[in-house]
């Protein structure tokens, strides 16, 4: 087996790095915003680091990503059975690099995801959910104001959200989040700050997150929405084994029920599995996952209502294509 070099580790480690900061956002979409933080070239490689990408002159699309994922059918409860729902999932998600000042690292993607909920029984919960939305990312450098390693990062991203995907007041959200993490070595690196968000049960929250390379080809990613131990088989190859969180609020305008239009829902599923990403040539790559949701919640929280749902076997498949 083939290990890293020195530099080529050090590169994964400052590009990891950033992706623990920017994954801690439940409502960000987690492939496409990873590839925004490896563009960017994480926390040391912003601003003039010996080796780093010079940022672009002009906007530039980084990587689009294509996934499908599905939840097959399990109970759902509230006070006892109501009925059962599987989940198809559907995601596109484009990334950008932008123009930027020395020290400085812009980036943005453009997401939309949709859920389609296959319901039996009566359960209340609406036959689909969906989303778009954007995001602006801006990293800065900290090496010279704080010390070598260090680095900020600001983010904001408005989007619309509902059962009707209506451009609305009612279905916009804004999500913000605000951190400074450092590169501790090339081997561990570590991030923590702060998220607010305009909707939803809980609207600021604090985020933590953690990359460490505990032996060669294995790394320990701590974080929100995915927690993973990973195994670089090869040059092509990679697996691991974790927990991740999917979801959002969305503004519900047809009632599935009775007392139950115009309100929102927080839906939550929290999956544990096993993943793997291979590459096929120089710019696509094949993403499949599998496993069990080990929670799903779906809480009308304005309305007093939440819905338990059943463990169930989910998977999941992504082509993204680097540009």
């Known amino acids: ?38 563009q960017s070239g994480g926390p040391s490689g912003l601003g003039g680091a010996e080796g780093a990408e010079a940022p672009p002159s002009s906007v530039a699309l980084s990587d689009v990503t294509l996934t ?10 509230r006070n006892g059975k109501l009925g059962a729902a599987k989940t198809g999932q559907y995601e596109f998600a484009a990334s950008f690099s932008l123009p930027a000042p020395k020290t400085w690292r812009f980036s943005s993607a453009l997401s939309w995801k949709r859920y389609e909920f296959d319901l039996t029984g009566a359960v209340p919960l609406p036959d689909k959910l969906e989303k778009i939305g954007l995001n602006f990312i ?7 104001e704080i010390g070598p390693g ?99 609020t969305y503004y519900v305008a047809d009632a599935p029920a009775a007392g139950l239009g ?5 839906y939550q599923e929290i999956r544990v599995g096993l993943g793997a990403e291979y590459q096929i040539g120089k710019s696509l790559s094949v993403v499949v996952d599998g496993g069990i949701t080990a929670s799903r919640s779906y809480d009308y929280y304005d309305r007093d209502v939440k819905l338990d749902g059943q463990s169930t076997a989910y998977g999941s498949l992504s082509l993204r294509y680097r540009f």
């Open 1 to 38: 087996m083939n290990h890293p070099s020195h530099s080529s580790t050090q590169s994964a480690a400052v590009r990891r790095s950033a992706f623990l900061q920017i994954a801690a956002l439940a409502l960000c979409p987690a492939l496409a915003v990873a590839e925004l933080s490896a």
């Open 68 to 77: 499908y994922s599905f939840s097959s059918a399990g109970d759902i409860e």
């Open 138 to 144: 801006a990293m800065k450098d900290l090496s010279t």
């Open 150 to 248: 260090w680095s900020a990062m600001l983010m904001l991203s408005p989007s619309f959200a509902s059962d009707t995907l209506k451009l609305s007041g009612d279905s916009f959200s804004l999500m913000g989040l605000a951190s400074i993490g450092k590169e501790v070595s090339p081997t561990f690196s570590w991030s923590a700050g702060i998220v607010g968000v305009s909707r939803g049960d809980m609207t600021v929250f604090p985020m933590l997150g953690l990359r460490w390379a505990f032996a060669p080809d294995w790394s320990l990613e701590v974080g929100f929405p995915r927690t993973a131990v990973s195994y670089q088989v090869n040059d092509a190859l990679s697996l691991n084994v974790g927990a991740r969180f999917i979801g959002g």
């Open 262 to 266: 115009k309100t929102y829902l927080d």
